[in-house]
């Protein structure tokens, strides 16, 4: 490998990759426990879509932030970010994954941080996808990836606004 192959970027990005891996790992178990009570996927088509997307990002990172110092700013607000994630995680408990699972009759959760924002995940994400980037010195990165992703949310956003609705009854299913 190259010289400054794991760099102070590279070792950001692997907390990054490991993150993401753990978190797809715990909502497979959430979301394997949700449908065995019932629960109904909405969107699932574009998620495979969501899963690149972070993936390429990922990956674009390592190839152009791997060697770069980090911003201790931008780190700053990336941990600040982290707690906030975990505000969400814990928040919603056994009904957090990474797809739009809804339980029948069960109302959203209006706890946590989601007193006061119907989405903030995706307030989280929206940021990290950008900060990320900046804290590596790669503005065109956070620009790009930041454009996609809300392109992206834009349409989850619209299923998962639509399930929880389907799920207290308020709205007939388009399509789970």
Do not use: C
Not at 20 to 32: F, H, N, P
Not at 69 to 74: A, D, G
Not at 80 to 99: C, F, I, K, N, P
Not at 146 to 159: E, F, P, Q, W, Y
């Amino acid at each position: 490998m190259p010289d400054g192959w794991f760099g102070p970027g590279a070792w950001l990005i692997a907390f990054l990759v490991a993150q993401r891996l753990a978190e797809v790992v715990y909502a497979k178990g959430t979301t394997a426990r949700l449908r065995a009570a019932g629960g109904v996927e909405f969107g699932a088509g574009h998620y495979p879509v969501m899963i690149a997307l972070h993936s390429f990002w990922l990956l674009a990172l390592l190839l152009a932030g791997h060697a770069n110092p980090v911003n201790p700013y931008w780190l700053s607000v990336l941990v600040v970010l982290q707690l906030a994630r975990l505000w969400v995680v814990v928040s919603l408990g056994a009904r957090w994954t990474t797809r739009v699972v809804v339980l029948p009759g069960v109302e959203p959760v209006t706890d946590g941080p989601f007193r006061w924002l119907k989405h903030p995940n995706y307030v989280v994400v929206v940021l990290e996808i950008a900060i990320v980037p900046l804290a590596l010195g790669l503005p065109g990165l956070a620009l790009g990836f930041s454009l996609a992703n809300a392109a992206m949310l834009i349409h989850r956003i619209r299923v998962e606004n639509e399930a929880l609705a389907w799920a207290v009854g308020q709205k007939p299913a388009l399509s789970p």
